[in-house]
């Protein structure tokens, strides 16, 4: 705010469903400022101080020090806004949202045009103040008013309650015993899996970009494996073309049988310090994911190159 407007109080941040509401409060003060704004303009060309407003739909009070002075510039007018909600006190303190940004402009203009000095402060609701009952009364007639084209709700938000969203059904599956809908093979290699986690294992940062892109195309199944590439058409059969076994190619066929990659196979054990070979070990352990990641890089396995070089 102004040098000389006090914000008093505002400790909790309520967030969730009351932003909305919050930004509805925050709304009110800055239309009581602005009320204010216009009693000031008024004064000032009649020669009279103004002494105090309040926003609508939090509570009105008198000003403890009411100014009489007959020009504003020698005697300034104390303009107190009471607020009932933390949250809006702290949505005016904020960067980056119109309203805040809008009041600070008033309050500024106010400050050095009338040398006003503005008080914030939150008072709980229905603390016996006069005006409260009306602020509320007239909060009540507000709701039955069409809504104001300048209300808005950002698309941050918005994409904020989606990603809540998914990451909750997501959860859910995650928990349910015998999840359905995420495919067999996924869900057999996810089984043994811990919580549900929206933060990626840290063993993962031992792959580069193009590998993780292999780890995920091997977990999920979906990808350059032949298997996945013959169910959508791009592959007449589903055999393993890297080695002459005819056996499918699978992600448990390329790290646990094929005779084309047994070198980097032996390695792999090595690297699982005792942890027996196995889709579980090598997708839900730090270990396995670590012993993974040198495997698909030294054996390069469905990444693009791998892909393209088909014949070798
Ligand atoms: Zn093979």
Known sequence: MSPEGAVRSASSWNTGPWIEVADAEAVAALGALQHAL????????????????SSHAPSHAPSHTPS????????????HVFIDSQAAIQ???????????????IAKHMTERYGARIHITWCPGHERINGNEIADQQAKLGLKKPISPKAYVSISRLRGLARQEAIK????IHHRPGRIGIGKHYGRLTQDLGAYTTRPHKALKAFTKHDLSAYIQLKTGI??????????????????????????????HLLLDCK???????ELNKA?????????????????????????????????????????
């Not at 000032?44 to 002494?51: D, F, V």
């Open 272 to 312: 699982l310090k005792g942890l027996p070979l196995t889709l579980q070990s090598l997708f839900c352990t730090g270990i396995g994911r670590q012993a993974l990641a040198s495997y698909i890089s030294s054996t390069g396995i469905c990444t693009t190159k791998w892909l393209r070089n088909r014949a070798e």
């Open 91 to 105: 949505r005016l303190q904020g960067r980056g949202n119109a309203i805040a940004q809008q009041t600070k402009d």
């Open 38 to 53: 216009g009693h000031l303009q008024t004064q000032a060309s009649q020669s009279h101080a103004p002494s105090h407003t």
């Open 68 to 79: 009489h002075a007959s020009s504003p510039l020698i005697d300034p007018p104390d303009i």
């Open 169 to 172: 059904q997501w959860r859910q």
């Open 260 to 266: 084309r990659y047994d070198s980097e196979r032996k």
């Open 223 to 252: 990808g350059s494996l032949r298997t996945h590439l013959y169910i959508i058409g791009k592959a007449t059969d589903k055999d393993c073309n890297r080695c002459n076994s005819g056996l499918s190619q699978t992600t448990s």
